[in-house]
């Protein structure tokens, strides 16, 4: 048995729980199943092509999918694995929102024991046989089969799900109240969202101003990362905006940062245009990380410390005596990270993960090679 804090809740004669369950819990305690409709060697996911560069391992994934035709969800879908897991990843960078808020749905297939902290209490201990597969996701299979896909990479993160759990609840119920959520949504519509990334959703200046910068180098054609930042989780993009706008925030909100009052407002005007100049200086002088596929420098951790570093850059392009958006004068001024740094410190299998790269760590090496830019000792 294993036993997690719970809430006893009931609806309507109904008994349910909601749990908070650990990412291990979930790895051995859940199986993962979808309706076979008799084809042979159905693999239980569709969509997307193996052949292509993946963070999963979909042979392992795959074989912990089981298919029968007593089952009632649907094939999974692959390009919402890949996404989910890209999601977790970019949470797990960033720190700053949890990657799986909302509750799973569960059914277990054995009696559950729940222990009151007192005699008609509702807060209690929920006793789970600890059997592999004993619980069945009803609504959230995805989200899991993403978290089991990413789980190697929590290392000892402290990780919990939360979870609303039925006591054996009958099948023709599991499969009413799976049709009944999954049968209709409610989709927002592109244009709806995009204005959602707007000024309207931000009342805080800085924030506004951050969201403005991530849109222009989403969309100007200019941009080194134009289409490939995912606005509002939209788009073909793999750069997460959360991580890039957060950290955009941070900078807005430093005036002193930026010079003084005046020089912050007037930067925060003309920040759209020199954040595209710089990403263009950064993707020329790390060109071969940056239209590599083996580089992390457009990840998270990467794009945070450009931004980081961009008042050390700013205070350069100043005693140049030009103006802050002006393309040579920021490429003269970011041009050691080439000899200093160099494209190899982005490679993934090799100096980003030997040398377990930070953001901090990695603005703390910009910012030494801009200061020292012929490598001069300290």
């Known amino acids: 048995m294993i036993s997690v804090a719970a809430i006893r809740m009931q609806q309507f004669g109904v008994q349910f729980y909601q749990a908070s369950l ?16 008799g084809d042979h060697g159905q693999s239980g996911v ?33 390009r919402k694995i890949e996404e989910l897991v890209q999601y977790y990843e970019q949470c797990r960078q960033s720190r700053d929102l949890p990657s799986i808020p909302g ?8 009696k559950l024991t729940f222990e009151p902290v007192e005699a008609g209490a509702t807060v209690g201990r929920l006793k789970v046989p600890e059997r592999e597969g004993i619980l069945r996701a009803i609504d959230g299979q995805h989200r899991l089969l993403a978290l089991h896909a990413d789980i190697a990479r929590f290392g000892d993160e402290t990780f919990t799900v939360p979870a609303i759990i039925f006591d054996r609840l009958p099948e023709d119920h599991v499969v009413q109240m799976f049709v009944t ?24 200046e800085a924030l506004a ?7 222009a180098l989403n969309e100007r054609d200019e941009s080194p990362l134009h289409g490939e930042i995912k606005l509002l989780g939209v788009g073909r993009g ?43 200086q950064v993707s020329t002088v790390f060109e071969s990380a940056w239209n590599g596929r083996k580089y992390s420098i457009k ?39 080439g000899r200093r740094i160099g494209a190899l410190r982005f490679e993934t299998d090799g100096a980003w993960q030997r040398q377990g790269t930070t953001v901090d760590g990695l603005a703390k090496e910009l910012r030494l090679a801009l200061q020292y830019p012929e490598g001069a000792v300290v």
């Open 181 to 204: 959520i999954n049968a209709k949504h409610t989709r927002l519509n592109p244009s709806h969202l995009v204005s959602l990334s707007g000024r309207q959703l931000y009342r805080d």
């Open 299 to 337: 990840s998270a951790t990467a794009l945070r410390a450009f931004v980081r570093v961009a008042p050390d850059v700013l205070r350069a392009v100043d005693q140049l005596h030009a103006e802050r958006t002006d393309y040579r004068a920021i490429g003269r001024v970011i041009a050691p990270w």
């Open 103 to 110: 509750a799973v749905i569960i059914s277990c297939d054995e």
């Open 238 to 280: 793999r750069v997460g905006q959360a991580p890039l706008a957060q950290e955009l925030k941070r900078l807005f909100a430093s005036e002193d940062a930026l010079g003084g009052t005046r020089k912050a407002a007037d930067f925060r005007e003309e920040s759209r245009k020199f954040f595209v100049n710089y990403f263009k």
């Open 22 to 37: 650990t990412a291990a819990d979930i790895d051995k305690l859940v199986r993962f199943e979808v309706l076979s409709y």
């Open 209 to 215: 101003a951050a969201h403005d910068v991530v849109r």
């Open 46 to 78: 569709r969509g997307g092509r193996k052949g292509l560069p993946s963070k999963i391992n979909w042979d392992l994934l795959e074989r912990r999918i089981a298919a029968n035709e007593q089952a009632y969800q649907r094939q999974i879908i692959r």
